[in-house]
């Protein structure tokens, strides 16, 4: 099993370019989410999703839109990058077993992205 | 609101002796809590979980402490080495509810071991 996939690793963008991040898993698991890492600040939750077809909104959801349209992938959309958008992104993927719900999510190595 | 905060927000010791990192959680209805280490440049990766009804694991030279009641968590790391050096991340899960972020994650404390 490969895990938590992201592509693309790097990315240099200019503002009000777009662009999307994807991010794909082979664990079968019913969570996704994509984050974003800036020095000092911690994760910071974008938005999840807690099955195909579903998506909610995070602690910072402004600027980005996602869709999960296979439970596999989960993908992050950036319609017009500003310079605050500049961060580490991480998707991460948990499974869900009877009615609690399991702490460990599963991390892709991140996307480094740089909006100039 | 659900919060967890870590302390301290960084932390330098010298290789060989041990430290501890500090969670508080404001999570409710509790699940479960989760210490992952994060290396520079990687995703985090999980290092050990506790549950309501724990209140200690280890993981080799990592122990975790959880305290339901008061609602904290340490992670006590012993004669530590030089690859122990990441940001350490405490993240709580509450029982899915409508509305509720599945997953809290704290800032981390920022570990740095020096010969």
């Known amino acids: 099993n490969a895990g938590v996939t992201q592509t693309p690793k790097f990315r240099v963008l200019k503002t009000g370019q777009s662009m999307t991040l994807l991010c794909a898993q082979d664990?079968?698991?019913?969570?996704m989410y994509w984050y974003r890492q800036d020095p000092g600040m911690g994760l910071r939750l974008i938005h999840y999703?807690?099955?195909?077809?579903?998506?909610a909104k995070g602690e910072v959801p402004d600027g980005y839109n996602v869709s999960r349209l296979k439970k596999q992938n989960f993908l992050l959309g950036l319609e017009s990058a500003a310079p605050s958008q500049t961060s580490v992104y991480f998707c991460?993927?948990?499974?869900?077993?009877?009615?609690?719900?399991?702490?460990?999510?599963?991390f892709g190595q991140g996307t480094r992205l740089t909006v100039v | 609101k659900n919060q967890v905060e870590q302390s301290p927000q960084s932390l330098i010791i010298l290789e060989g002796k041990n430290c501890t990192l500090q969670?508080?959680?404001?999570?409710?209805?509790?699940?479960?809590l989760r210490w992952y280490k994060q290396d520079t440049g990687r995703g985090p990766v999980s290092l050990t979980i506790?549950?309501?009804?724990?209140n200690t694991k280890s993981n080799g030279r990592y122990t975790a402490t959880l305290d339901a009641d008061t609602k904290q968590s340490s992670l006590h790391i012993t004669a530590s080495q030089l690859s122990d050096s990441a940001s350490y991340i405490c993240?709580?899960?509450?029982?899915?509810?409508?509305?509720?972020?599945?997953?809290?994650f704290g800032k981390g404390t920022r570990l740095s071991v020096i010969a």
């Open positions: 969670c508080n959680y404001t999570v409710s209805p509790f699940s479960n």
């Open positions: 999703s807690v099955g195909e077809g579903t998506t």
């Open positions: 993240v709580v899960s509450d029982v899915m509810s409508s509305g509720n972020t599945p997953l809290v």
């Open positions: 991460a993927s948990s499974y869900y077993r009877g009615n609690r719900m399991n702490t460990e999510a599963f």
């Open positions: 664990m079968n698991h019913e969570y």
């Open positions: 506790m549950t309501f009804s724990e």
